[in-house]
Structure formats: C-alpha cells, structure tokens
C-alpha cells in the first residue's frame, strides 16, 4: 500500500527547491494524492486553473519524481474538488464520485497502447509566425504517412510546442487512420526498455515490438547521446520502418548536428527528411498565443496588458500560459479583471527572470560556429568572413538578451551605438529573404539553449 501523504511529500520537497515561496504556496497548497489506481496517481487539486496550470508546467517534474519514488506508478491524473474539508475528510469517496460524474477523465488518459495525450491535438495548437512551417509539414504528414516528410524530425527548447505538436500528428493520424498502429515514447523509455530487454534475454520481443508500428514518435532525442548501444539499435529500427513506409517522427533540443556524442550514421538518416526548428514565439505569435488561451479560458485580456505581457515575457509557450493562468487565478479570486499596474506585480513573482549572457561566451560560441577567430571580431577588418559573424552577434545579444546597443558597441571593440543599430537591422532585413542565415541562428541559439 502506499503512503500517499509520505509520497506527495517527496515531490513537493523538490518542486519547493525550484520555484519561489509565493509561487509554490499559490499553486501547490492544497494539492495532495488522493489515491493511487493501477499504477495511476489521482492528484487532487482545488481548481481547474490549478489543475490546467500544474498540467502545463510541472506535469513531467511531478510525474518524474513520482515515478522515481515509486517503480509502479506510469500516468497522472488530476482530480478538481472544491471543497477544502471535503478533500481532507473524504478523499477516497470523492474521487470515486468525480471519476463517475462530470469530470472528463477519461478524455485526459493517456492510452497506455500508444502512450499519446487525447489533449494534444490540432484544434487547440496555436499557429503563428514562428512555428508555421513546422504545423505545414505536420499537416503534410497527417495526409501522407509514411510518404511525406519522412523522417520528420523538430527541435527547440523545452516549452516551444514540440510535444504538442507530434502527439497531434500522433492522435490525428490515429484517428483518420484506423487501422494504422501509433506509439509515442521518449528516448530515455526507449533505452531503458532496451536495458531491460537484455537483461530479460527478451531482446527479440524488444524489436518485434517496436517493427510493427506504422507510425513510431520519439520525444526527447538528444538523451541518446553518449548511449552507444542504444543509438545502434535506434539505427536498425529506423531502416527497418523506412524501408517499409513507416512514418517517423523526432524531436529534440538542438539541431541533430549539434547533439554530442551521435553517430554520423543516425545523424544522416535525421537529415534524409525534414528537419524544423520551433524558435522561441515572436512578439506577434505570443499575442495570438493569449489571445486564443484567454479565449479558452473566459478570460477577455486588456490589449493594453496583452501588449505588455507580449513584449516582457519572452521566454517558451509554457512560460506565458503560467502567466497568464496566474493572472486568471487572480482574476476569478478578486471577481474583476486585474489592472496593468497589478499585472506587473504578479509577474515579478509568476514569470522568471530574462535570461543574462556573458558576451564573451556568445563571441566564442558564434566565432567556433563560423570557423573564425575571436579576436577577429573586435578587429576594424572589413573582411566579409568577419563581418557577418560580427553582426549575427551583436542582433543575438539585442535580440536574445536585451543588451543596450551602446554596451554591445563597447564591448566589442569600442564600436559606435549606430553601427550596431545598422548590424541588427541588417540581420533583420537578410532574414526575411535568406533561409541559409535563418537556419544558422536557429543552430546558434540551439547551442545556446
């Protein structure tokens, strides 16, 4: 039997380390296990915002150290209940009754025959500038299995959508195609069902399970770095599936060229497809972004405070939705809509802060990226090898890390603040017609990430 009070106590230890004392009491105070089924944890929780907020932010920190505290437990589900005695007298018995009543569990469990999230699908993916092309292809793929764009393979940092948007193709496929077989897993389940097979001398099951699926997603492709074994049999299984029209699909932190440690041979099979970077949303996405949660959510956003949520939270999709779930929490406990001044107060504790940078390590990073000197970027040279990573530079410490353009100016090289206005607007004008140099800073930032 297990001790649920003593278990959802280890989690909350760790969360406790990560996040601030305002934030952690807001959204964690009257949360608790209300049991755990069949290897299912129910957590109960006292709103829907919470239950929605916990979901998009902590889901895998919660369900990682779940998992490490207990090797049964595979899934976790939330529970809303409302009533704050009834949850500490009745636990048992209510969620007996939610997972009877109108709470839509069901709808949010994952399927363990294919591992796909029912929430994650294309009706509720949000489409803007930055991430288009990667929601073109994918509509490419849903028509076309197996044909089109095959391997798919997306990369980003940690909250863009990447999950998102491969367990939609996932679900959409499943649903169009019935008869097609759809698994979704994460590289580290892949390679400790490999370990685990070779200790259980099951090794064949291993690759007669993985062989029949038409269509096989794998999250998280950067952790097969360093695991040699794994990558081999990875690489076995990839030809066997695309040798039989098997759909495939990747994601990952960075560009597959910049994962340490993988071989050459699994890097060229990545690249025979389509490979897209999900960037960090831009000004534009992250406004169609609130709009459409505050939609969802009942929630009508000043345009006033979209606009300034839009410009100073500039971090993942995840990021802005806990902002924005932070400012509906309040808005439903103070029965009105929240002001721009009280707006910036809740984000000074909701939302971290931007990131810093030392110039130094993005000279040394854009520099090895091009192959070139650093000491040739505080040069006067003229020279056009310099020149471009010179100005890729200086639009990447404004653009990424809101440095002054009189600091970048003087930090590289004592230059005027003009000549660094005129490099950064340069990058942005050679962007919009240049897809050799959009490529390029997306594997710089990759590196960054």
């Keep these: 039997m297990t001790d649920t009070t003593k278990l959802w106590q280890t989690v909350l230890t760790e969360i406790e380390l990560s996040v601030s004392k305002a934030n952690f009491l ?20 006292p709103s829907t915002f919470i239950q929605e907020w916990l ?27 409302k009533d704050a005695e009834k949850r500490k007298e009745e636990p048992q018995k209510i969620a007996a009754q939610q997972m009877t009543s109108s709470l839509p569990l069901n709808d949010y469990y994952i399927n363990k025959d294919d591992n796909l999230n029912p929430r994650y699908t294309f009706d509720n993916f949000i489409v803007g500038p930055f991430n288009e092309l990667a929601f073109a292809a994918a509509q490419a793929i849903i028509k076309k299995p197996g044909t089109a764009y095959n391997p798919f393979f997306i990369y980003g940092s940690t909250g ?7 367990q939609a193709i996932g679900n959409h496929i499943k649903e169009t195609h019935p008869g097609k ?15 685990s097979s070779l200790q259980a001398n099951k090794i064949l099951a291993f ?13 998280d492709i950067q952790f097969f770095s360093n695991k040699e074994k ?8 990839f030809n066997s599936l695309y040798e039989g029209n098997k759909q495939i699909i990747f994601s990952s932190d960075k560009h597959p060229n910049f994962i340490p440690n993988l071989e050459d041979r699994l890097r060229s099979r990545f690249g025979s497809g389509m490979i897209i970077d999900i960037p960090i949303p831009d000004h534009e996405s992250r406004l169609q972004i609130l709009q459409a949660k505050g939609k969802m959510n009942n929630l009508s956003i000043d345009n006033e405070v979209a606009q300034f949520l839009a410009a100073n939270v500039e971090g993942s999709i995840r990021e802005l939705e806990g902002v924005l779930n932070a400012i509906i929490c309040q808005t439903q406990l103070k029965g009105r809509a929240l002001s721009l001044l009280e707006v910036k107060n809740l984000i000074k504790n909701s939302s971290r802060p931007k990131k810093t940078a030392s110039v130094k390590d993005v000279i040394k990073l854009v520099a090895d990226f091009y192959k070139i000197s650093e000491d040739s970027i ?12 010179r100005q890729v530079i200086m639009y990447i410490l404004r653009e990424d890390f809101s440095i002054s353009y009189p600091s970048i100016g003087e930090k590289l090289g004592g230059r005027d603040h003009t000549t660094v206005i005129h490099s950064c607007e340069k990058v942005k004008e050679d962007i919009k017609v240049d897809s050799n140099l959009v490529q390029e800073l997306s594997e710089i930032r990759a590196m960054m990430a």
């Design 160 to 166: 863009h959508g990447k999950t998102h948007l491969i």
């Design 230 to 237: 794994s990558q081999e049999e990875l690489f076995h299984l």
């Design 378 to 389: 505080y040069d006067k040279t003229r020279k056009k090898e310099v020149v471009k990573p």
């Design 26 to 45: 807001m959204w964690f105070k009257e949360t608790y296990i209300q049991k755990v089924h069949e290897g299912v944890v129910y957590l109960g929780v």
């Design 207 to 219: 690759k007669e399970k993985y062989r029949k699926y038409d269509v096989l997603i794998i999250d």
């Design 55 to 81: 979901n998009k932010k902590f889901h895998n920190i919660i369900l990682r150290v779940l998992r490490e505290s207990d090797g049964q437990i595979r899934a976790l589900e939330y529970v809303v209940v």
């Design 181 to 195: 077989k759809v698994f979704y897993l994460t590289s580290e389940k892949f390679g400790s069902d490999y370990v």
